[in-house]
């Protein structure tokens, strides 16, 4: 892979030329949200880029659609699909490489710079697609298994249907918020006393406020009502991928969930990271997920082994006085099942995906001590402290705590990562 | 209430001008969809009656606001709030009114009534919000119960937070269709033999298709991410209601729904009726719902009593050979829990309810054999057949049934009703 013109891109930078992920920016002299990638610290503004013409005139498949970068959401262009997202991408690195052979197009336009390579600081990302509906999965093997231990046992921790099917729930969409957007520490019924009977809840703020380490997938193509997508078409109808932080009020949901599963402990807030990271960005890094040994109906099987991607996950919590500890390392192969599974079982009887639809893998966990993708693990059901620096503990939360999540892939220089899914706690407000 | 000018409005109508309801049209002369009110077996076009300025004349609230009703969904319409729907409604009415004392406005203006009021037959209805997310709640207690019992017994019946909270789940947005859409039989994976073990799932088309009778609740007001809405003010966030049959795969959903609730067994179409009522059209209409015994949490504590709907509810199944059978009616009082305890409740952790968000009621079911709101309570859990004229069957749906609900309020002249419900099954698509 070459390097850019670029100034300053390290080679620790998630955003190297090898990635080129799209994002919604506005800056303060052009309030109006519009389309962006990402490279080094500074971001290229695509609708800038596509008024001089030259965007449009390098990547013929772009003809007729020169307005998608005007949108506030990225999912005019998603629509589009992967031929063009593929096409965009590779157009954009050859203009951002220092050997590219269309200098005129950025690297010698000096006014056009200016305008659209914007610096760190002076731009602001925002939500990158309107989102109609998310879906949250339970692909996360290990974390299935840990928490299932912990509320039925070794012998029933997992339910009969998991390697069966990807298990999952319909989502909230509506509290999907950037990396950045300050997270409320949720109000809800929870049981004081778990073990008093009969059963009395009280209203109060969640006292075991926790995380989930999950990879999310954007739909690009969507589906009609009443027609399914095969396994082998589904690559198809992805548009890229973003981290994703689900928030999670245990008590609330330990307490709501049965009989029709998670609710307001989970549709308070779910963080995800800003910029989109193209389908094909990812495709370098593809290796074998977690083996389900259970044999698969056919709607399932995929041809090809490497169904997941190695991307390295950590999750950074830092105290309200500042110090920073990575409480978790693991890798995002942790899935039993990929996003094509989870796409041709969801469309199964039906149901439409739709442009902009978001798919969460799941908490992803490995199998160590310091690799799971929750709180909940780490502290073994809230039994046990989690070590942090400044001889500090937690079990879960506490107000004043951010908790950032980053992915990343690629040898130094060739970064393919995530950039920041960044959420601070803010104190609960009672009425 | 005054009878209307307009032509042909049967007593039995559910169109009465006691009710105007709202919804989307397009007509074959003009294929924009846009905004109308049901009068009778008309639809009054507000397109064309507000682009003859008489109706934000006499609204004054519309004022600045004219084209909520050029648009394609009742969104920016429902965002102006309860005051103002409540003049738009007055004013039509007063228009529509037999003795009316605006006479230029429509009833002597025979070339804007050409133009505006369109009889049934030349005008299609469409899905009247754009629906951001979609939440159904399981409020309808003999339903709970009765599940409930073949699940668990009845001793288990209801899970200990059943009287506490309103257990609801989220649901799935991108499948909600419009009265007369056609419904395909979804295939899933199913247990053809659920005493075997281990379990061996099958992908097959649904056998135990199902219906669920609800009602359905549209948002008007949003409110902010981390703010809740308290249950007296939770009316004022209502825009109105419709009908709704939650299509339910009961083999589907047994299989998949443990942990984490139904997902495949639901997501494939749920039918609206295509009117909304607005919350003043039901007001008169109130009545206790079913009593709850348990103390409540006080953001649930209602200050009124009567915070049910008597809305006399139907169920018709038509067979491929046309015959007809009534095999349910209840009412809608058969809640145990209101639209504002269900909106406090969704929103006490600081989710965001949007503008065309919908809620559902969850099933409602009286306690006769006859008063059910699904197949599965009718049948016994598969167990009885269903008797229908021409000496035919049912325990679930064949392909080639119809079913239409029926949702209607007050005395003959006077009628709040919601219209149509209505889809017909089609063949499983197998791949």
Same mark, same amino acid.
């Given at each position: 892979?070459?390097?850019?013109?670029?100034?300053?891109?390290?080679?620790?930078?998630?955003?190297? +030329? %090898?990635?080129?992920?799209? !994002?919604?920016?506005?800056?303060?002299?052009? =309030?109006?949200?519009? /389309?962006?990638? @990402?490279? &080094?610290?500074?971001?290229?503004?695509?609708?800038?880029?596509?008024?001089?013409?030259?965007?449009?005139? +390098? %990547?013929?498949?772009?003809? !007729?659609?020169?307005?998608?970068?005007?949108? =506030?959401?990225?999912? /005019?262009?998603? @629509?589009? &699909?992967?031929?063009?997202?593929?096409?965009?991408?590779?157009?954009?690195?050859?203009?951002?490489?220092?050997?590219?052979?269309?200098?005129?197009?950025?690297?010698?336009?000096?006014?056009?710079?200016?305008?659209?390579?914007?610096?760190?600081?002076?731009?602001?990302?925002?939500?990158?697609?309107?989102i109609g509906d998310y879906t949250d999965f339970y692909a996360g093997y290990h974390h299935a298994y840990a928490v299932g231990?912990?509320?039925?046992?070794?012998?029933?921790?997992l339910q009969?249907n998991y390697t069966h099917l990807p298990v999952g729930y319909h989502g909230r969409s509506?509290?999907i918020?950037?990396?950045?957007?300050?997270?409320?520490?949720?109000?809800?019924?929870?049981?004081?006393?778990?073990?008093?009977?009969?059963?009395?809840?009280?209203?109060?703020?969640?006292?075991?406020?926790?995380i989930e380490l999950e990879l999310g997938c954007f739909i690009?193509?969507?589906?009609?009502?009443?027609?399914s997508i095969?396994i082998?078409?589904a690559e198809?109808h992805i548009f890229g991928y973003v981290m994703l932080n689900d928030w999670s009020?245990?008590?609330?949901q330990?307490?709501?969930y049965?009989?029709l599963g998670p609710f307001?402990g989970k549709n308070?807030?779910s963080?995800i990271?800003?910029?989109?990271?193209?389908?094909?960005?990812?495709?370098?890094?593809?290796?074998?997920g977690i083996?389900n040994?259970t044999?698969l109906q056919?709607y399932l099987?995929e041809?090809?082994?490497?169904t997941a991607f190695?991307i390295?996950l950590?999750?950074?919590?830092?105290?309200?006085?500042?110090?920073?500890?990575?409480?978790?390392?693991t890798?995002s192969k942790n899935l039993m099942w990929s996003f094509p599974q989870m796409i041709a079982h969801h469309s199964l009887g039906?149901c439409?995906m739709?442009?902009?639809d978001l798919l969460g893998s799941g908490t992803i966990s490995?199998?160590?001590?310091?690799?799971?993708g929750s709180?909940?693990?780490?502290?073994?059901?809230?039994?046990?402290?989690?070590?942090?620096?400044?001889?500090?503990?937690?079990?879960?939360?506490?107000?004043?705590?951010?908790?950032?999540?980053?992915g990343?892939?690629?040898?130094?220089?060739?970064?393919?990562?995530?950039?920041?899914?960044?959420?601070?706690?803010?104190?609960?407000?009672?009425?």
């Amino acid at each position: 892979m070459a390097s850019t013109w670029v100034p300053g891109v390290t080679g620790d930078s998630p955003f190297s +030329l %090898a990635n080129i992920p799209f !994002g919604i920016i506005t800056t303060q002299f052009d =309030p109006a949200p519009r /389309a962006a990638i @990402a490279i &080094g610290s500074y971001a290229l503004d695509l609708k800038a880029l596509s008024d001089s013409k030259d965007l449009t005139k +390098l %990547a013929s498949s772009l003809k !007729g659609h020169d307005s998608v970068f005007s949108q =506030p959401t990225l999912n /005019a262009f998603a @629509a589009l &699909g992967r031929p063009v997202h593929r096409e965009v991408r590779k157009v954009i690195q050859e203009i951002l490489s220092a050997e590219t052979s269309h200098p005129d197009v950025l690297k010698n336009d000096k006014e056009l710079q200016e305008k659209a390579l914007i610096p760190q600081g002076k731009f602001k990302t925002h939500l990158p697609m309107s989102i109609g509906d998310y879906t949250d999965f339970y692909a996360g093997y290990h974390h299935a298994y840990a928490v299932g231990v912990m509320f039925r046992g070794p012998a029933n921790a997992l339910q009969p249907n998991y390697t069966h099917l990807p298990v999952g729930y319909h989502g909230r969409s509506s509290s999907i918020v950037v990396s950045g957007t300050p997270i409320r520490r949720p109000v809800g019924q929870i049981l004081l006393d778990s073990t008093a009977e009969p059963k009395q809840p009280s209203t109060a703020p969640s006292r075991r406020l926790d995380i989930e380490l999950e990879l999310g997938c954007f739909i690009a193509k969507p589906n009609e009502l009443g027609t399914s997508i095969s396994i082998e078409d589904a690559e198809e109808h992805i548009f890229g991928y973003v981290m994703l932080n689900d928030w999670s009020a245990r008590d609330i949901q330990t307490w709501e969930y049965v009989p029709l599963g998670p609710f307001n402990g989970k549709n308070f807030a779910s963080t995800i990271s800003p910029w989109v990271v193209l389908a094909d960005a990812l495709e370098p890094f593809r290796t074998k997920g977690i083996e389900n040994k259970t044999p698969l109906q056919d709607y399932l099987k995929e041809s090809k082994a490497d169904t997941a991607f190695d991307i390295e996950l950590e999750i950074d919590l830092t105290t309200s006085e500042g110090d920073t500890t990575t409480i978790s390392t693991t890798s995002s192969k942790n899935l039993m099942w990929s996003f094509p599974q989870m796409i041709a079982h969801h469309s199964l009887g039906g149901c439409p995906m739709r442009t902009g639809d978001l798919l969460g893998s799941g908490t992803i966990s490995g199998t160590g001590a310091r690799e799971r993708g929750s709180l909940l693990e780490m502290s073994e059901g809230g039994k046990k402290d989690i070590m942090l620096h400044g001889m500090d503990v937690r079990r879960f939360l506490k107000d004043g705590d951010t908790v950032g999540i980053r992915g990343v892939c690629g040898k130094p220089g060739e970064r393919v990562g995530f950039g920041d899914c960044v959420g601070r706690i803010y104190s609960a407000v009672q009425n």
